[in-house]
């Protein structure tokens, strides 16, 4: 019985062993994958960066004489003009803020008064099954 005992406690070390094996490989694992794929990530990112900057320098390219010449051109109203401009500037804006507030955020003026009752069409061309 003693052997048997001591048989049983081997296997659970040989058990426990493999998992902490398995464990210590696994981090290795891990940590390898993990430098290996740094560099990877670094290009990833480096990539993106370069993306982003030359989408800029598209829209600054293709942006500033468009906005070179509208500077241009205000230069050529009077100042009373300009404020002419800028109401309807203005106006413009809360017609477009107003345009995407939600729907029931702006609520008609007449919003408590019921609708008036009207006939359905539906009922006076049913057929009366009375009749029949």
């Given at each position: ?11 659970l ?17 891990i ?40 500077v ?5 109203f ?32 007449d ?6 009752e009207t ?7 049913a ?6």
């Amino acid at each position: 019985m003693d052997q048997f005992g001591n048989d049983l406690k081997k296997v659970l070390q040989a058990g426990l062993g493999a998992v902490a094996t398995g464990l210590e490989k696994a981090q290795d694992a891990i940590e390898d994958l993990s430098k290996k794929g740094e560099p990877l990530y670094e290009q990833a990112k480096a990539a993106v960066v370069d993306v982003v900057d030359k989408a800029k320098q598209a829209i600054n390219d293709q942006a500033k004489p468009q906005v070179d010449e509208f500077v241009n051109n205000l230069q050529q109203f009077s100042t009373e003009e300009l404020g002419k401009i800028r109401t309807a500037l203005d106006d413009l804006a809360k017609k477009a803020e107003e345009a995407v507030k939600p729907a029931d955020a702006a609520q008609p003026e007449d919003a408590g008064t019921p609708a008036p009752e009207t006939e359905d069409p539906k009922e006076d061309d049913a057929p009366d099954e009375t009749k029949a």
